[in-house]
């Protein structure tokens, strides 16, 4: 059946580094866009990034352009998010998911993993 599986999520100081991965199975993950998301504590969820399957461009919130970065390793099944300068509003819920496109109808969701930026 179709997975998607977050991993990588922590605790790390601000200014410090995560990579988040997403594990894709039961689909081909050559075929679908995947999103990243982020629900903060008491707040709503909100979009992160999204990579397309066709061309692989990306797009990203604003508040985090410059210093996340979205990539896919179709080979691997995996789609990774890399976190550098990390600040404490970044603390959040981080979850992916697949769609034919980014932007519109996504149907699977992973389970989560907490990423929380404190000293």
């Known amino acids: 059946q179709v997975q998607l599986v977050e991993s990588g999520g922590g605790l790390v100081q601000p200014g410090g580094s995560l990579r988040l991965s997403c594990a894709a199975s039961?689909?081909?993950?050559?075929?679908?866009?995947i999103g990243w998301f982020r629900q903060p504590p008491g707040k709503e969820r909100e979009t992160v990034s999204c990579?397309?399957?066709?061309?692989?461009?990306?797009n990203y919130l604003d508040s985090v352009k410059g210093r996340f970065t979205i990539s896919r390793d179709n080979a691997k099944n995996m789609v990774y998010l890399q976190m550098n300068s990390l600040k404490p509003e970044d603390t959040a819920v981080y979850y992916c998911?697949?769609?034919?496109?980014?932007?519109?109808?996504?149907?699977?969701w992973g389970q989560g993993t907490q990423v929380t930026v404190s000293s």
């Open positions: 039961g689909f081909t993950l050559d075929d679908y866009a």
């Open positions: 990579i397309s399957s066709s061309d692989g461009s990306t």
């Open positions: 998911a697949k769609a034919y496109h980014c932007g519109q109808g996504y149907d699977y």
